[in-house]
């Protein structure tokens, strides 16, 4: 994703609610924002709804099978790179699962972590950045029912 893409995007939440961890890849060295950790999800494509392009972007990046009743919407929020410039909407999902696992990672991610949220590491790609300083994380930790 280059910095000033307009396109919306669509990221999880993953929330185990047993550990009270929330599940992280970090970005390999290959792509954009490599080291950097994020949420998983990108891009909606074009002809996408935000819930459609978040499940084929877990499938990709963590091989994650999830079907989109099981995303519980967080919020949207609108990403602005210059006052007075279009934004750019960012959905937010959240899943709650019963129990930590690890993804099947694809070549955009070189690790994963489950942290907790107040040992959160200190570099993020801007999507997670932004629903970090926005309270997300809090708000997926008191959202739904583990799946």
Same mark, same amino acid.
């Given at each position: 994703?280059?910095?000033g ?40 494509? /074009?002809g996408? =709804?935000?819930?459609?392009? %978040?499940?084929?972007? %877990? ?26 410039? #279009?934004?750019r #909407?960012m ?19 070189? #690790? ?9 590491? /200190? =570099? ?12 997300l994380l ?6 739904s029912?583990?799946?």
């Amino acid at each position: 994703m280059d910095k000033g893409s307009k396109q919306p995007g669509a990221w999880a939440v993953i929330y185990c609610a047993t550990t009270g961890k929330f599940l992280m890849g970090k970005r390999s060295s290959k792509v954009n924002q490599g080291g950097a950790w994020n949420l998983f999800g990108g891009r909606v494509d /074009s002809g996408e =709804r935000p819930r459609e392009a %978040l499940v084929r972007e %877990l499938g990709e990046e963590a091989g994650v099978n999830v079907k989109t009743k099981h995303l519980t919407k967080l919020e949207t929020l609108t990403l602005r790179f210059r006052a007075g410039q #279009d934004g750019r #909407d960012m959905h937010y999902f959240v899943i709650k699962t019963a129990r930590e696992f690890s993804p099947r990672l694809n070549r955009e991610h070189c #690790d994963f972590r489950w942290f907790k949220a107040k040992q959160l590491p /200190s =570099r993020f790609n801007p999507p997670t950045s932004f629903a970090i300083k926005k309270g997300l994380l809090e708000k997926a930790a008191s959202r739904s029912r583990a799946i």
